[in-house]
């Protein structure tokens, strides 16, 4: 079940203070012209002062980095925004920035959490833009906030936000299309979490014979599911059966996703059939990556779609139950 969403009771008010800036001097040899490069330090507690600026570019409220450009729009081209942390839309419509009349800032995200109150010192946050901070964050380069997991690159302060968003090392969200799953991480830890949390079956191998059986097969309001996880050419693949709506048309499909990057699931190929009483349906296709959410790879039809008569007609033409043998396999191209 996906987390609550948090409330911001109060914000105190922080009065700025003027740090004492010390200028490490280089030290030149003699008969040397070398001369090494000037470093600032904050005298108060020796953080970069790009560090000590940083800080200033952060929300009080979602503690998220504010983009440009820094100013107050009106109340008319306000539009609701769903997820305050996201600010990647905010930052390509010019709503990132906000200033009060004494001069602290938020993002645009949070105005309509404050009420169009400035949480510092509560008076009314008017038009004004902030010209002065919008060049310092101009100026910053900063590190890719996945650098702990291996990411080394540095960019400008309004590039960092673009990268972050495809970096290849960012976490990968659960796969599991039962629930809407909130868990996140590396490829290693969310093949536990599946099996230890929502208990999918693990194969070895790169073929599969699945009976999928339901006793109501006219329930398709999403209500079919299943996932099972096949372990093969040392990679992970997530194999998806599910009933839903192709507009009022009920219908079956499963396919393939591949538990790492687009890149190397393009690597793969894998075929599907269903069938019976002399039919056959065969589908080949590549397996998507799990960066492509279930919903987006189902809604796109991308794999083996049975329409529910023909379902039905592979589970013997009663009506009464839905019994589809689905088989496959998975292959590496060179």
Not at 53 to 79: F, G, N, R, W
Not at 127 to 139: D, K, P, Q, T
Not at 309 to 325: I, T, V, W
């Amino acid at each position: 079940m996906a987390p609550g969403g948090g409330v911001c009771k109060e914000v105190f008010e922080s009065h700025p203070t003027f740090a004492n800036y010390d200028i490490i001097k280089p030290k030149v040899e003699k008969n040397s012209t070398s001369v090494k490069s000037v470093t600032v330090v904050d005298g108060k507690d020796g953080m970069p002062l790009s560090n000590r600026v940083q800080e200033l570019l952060v929300c009080p409220i979602c503690s998220s980095l504010m983009y440009h450009p820094i100013h107050q729009m009106a109340k008319t081209d306000l539009q609701p925004m769903e997820d305050c942390m996201n600010l990647i839309s905010a930052a390509f419509l010019g709503l990132a920035f906000r200033q009060c009349p004494n001069g602290h800032t938020l993002c645009s995200n949070c105005k309509i959490r404050v009420h169009n109150c400035c949480p510092t010192c509560r008076l009314d946050l008017g038009n004004i833009r902030c010209l002065a901070l919008e060049r310092v964050a101009a100026s910053l380069e900063l590190p890719c906030k996945y650098q702990k997991l291996g990411c080394q690159d540095i960019f400008p302060y309004y590039s960092k936000l673009k990268h972050e968003q495809n970096c290849r090392l960012r976490p990968y969200n659960c796969p599991y299309a039962g629930s809407e799953c909130s868990v996140t991480g590396d490829i290693q830890n969310l093949v536990g979490h599946l099996k230890d949390h929502h208990k999918v079956d693990m194969h070895d191998g790169c073929t599969f014979n699945h009976r999928y059986v339901k006793s109501d097969p006219q329930e398709v309001e999403n209500a079919t599911w299943m996932l099972t996880v096949f372990n093969c050419f040392g990679r992970q693949f997530c194999l998806h059966f599910e009933a839903f709506k192709l507009g009022t048309t009920p219908v079956y499909i499963a396919f393939l996703r591949f538990m790492g990057e687009d890149f190397e699931a393009k690597k793969f190929s894998y075929t599907l059939e269903v069938g019976a009483y002399g039919r056959k349906l065969i589908w080949q296709g590549v397996p998507r990556s799990i960066r492509d959410c279930h919903r987006k790879v189902r809604d796109s039809q991308d794999g083996l779609m049975i329409p529910r008569n023909l379902a039905l007609f592979f589970s013997g033409g009663d009506s009464q139950e839905l019994k589809l043998r689905i088989t496959g396999r998975i292959w590496k191209e060179k």
